[in-house]
């Protein structure tokens, strides 16, 4: 038999990562679009090339329309997520840790989980009037649910030798609970707060849209009325951007508090 | 300080795991438990350490644990159980912090148990940056800064590789030797019980009882000489004999419950 080198086979399959791919996409997208509608081959009515909806954003921030859309949106924001991750929090811990608490709130949180939380807003408005609450009531309540399953499942998820290991070392309980299984279940509870900040982010827009004079949500909305395209695009952007932050942020966060990994 | 176990019976459910067991593990002395698969040796070491109830007998302390003794029953875990957020250090920490003492004394402590183990240089790293047999070696760091008067060691080497278990065999064994800490170690191993042990507790398949308690007159130091071997593997073979138609039966009912 002749000597014949051995063929590789083993190509692909394995993840690269390639640097300024995603940018340049973007960038040639953009391109296409502006060339789009600046050829005419797009009916700016419907979809504005970037440029115009560039300069729809530039006259909001100069008009100090884009602060007082935004910071209205920042406060519910900031106020819902913050509320529904809180008591979610709370609540999560008391069923990872007790099992009564468990045994109360599972059903509770299995059974009011699907329901939209959009679909409150109504009911929500009626108890708690027109203004700020009733709009942060229904963004809390949808943090609130998600939270609760990520806490209550990352606690569940820690080790048990680690939580005997500190009962073994004779560690009071609050060390365990602080120094064990707080650290351990960081991980998923912040993988729930990814979760949560996005539904806390759509329920925002939706609830802005139903009822409020100011928000991205209700701008987006008014624009949309007025057939003002590159406006609502424009808002869009706002609320990608924020997406975005919100991403990185928590991003930097799971950088910082889970180094370890 | 001696530990005894009075009349330990333990199940799990309808499962007999543990029956009849009286046991006194003298203070100075390392028992080894040894038996096959599932006949409850870890239940019992558990049960010794605490964390564990049994479900009739009990577990006695006799004798004054030294004053410089912070968890007096202290164990070391086969999974290592480091957490892995903290550094070497502070794993080791973690058993000290709730104990009042002073930064100094804390970090004297904490610096003693890592340059007993040869930790020393790696007390910045985290868990996963290190082999198995370094994370061991942290699990036994650990143990000895609370300075144990009783160590309960569940089958610490047997996440290991063949070449890291002799190499931390004999690490284990110096340290032992210096303190003579009344020690009961929980192995499936016949070797590694032969090398640490003055008695072997041989346990019978489940429910594990004491089938037989082998006392090793020969000091640990000469063990590995020429001299010794002959009465090595008289012992090998007495141990190999009490425990190999246990372990058979034990393997078919584990396959069965599979």
Redesign the interface.
Known sequence: MSDRPVEFRGLGFAPQPVRYAALAAFAVLLAIWEYAGRAGLVSPIFLPPPSTIAKALADLWAQGLLLRHLSESAYRLVFGWGLGTFVGLAAGFAMGIWSVSRAIGVPFVSALFPIPKISLLPLLILWLGIGEASKVATIALGVFFPTVIATYAAIDAVPRNLIRMGQSFGLPTSDVLRKIVLPGALPGILAGFRISSSIALILLVSAEMIGAQYGIGAFVLQAGNLMLTDQLLAGVVILSILGLAIGTGLGQLEKRLLRWR | MELVCEGIAHRYGALDVLAGIDLAVQPGECLALLGPSGCGKSTLLGIM???LAPSSGRVVLRGEAPASSL?P???V?Q?F?L????TVAGNVA??L??RGLSKTEMDARVADALARTSLTEFRDA?P?QLSGGMRQRVGIA?ALS?DPAVLLLDEPLSALDAQTRDLLMEDFLKLWLASRTTSVYVTHNLQEALRLADRICVLSRRPGRIKEIVALDLPQASRGSPDAARRMAEWAEHLWHLIRDEAAVAEREVANVR
């Open positions: 350490g605490g964390l968890n029953i202290t164990y875990f999974d159980a957490l892995p957020w903290r973690l058993a912090e709730h985290f996963k650990r609370v």
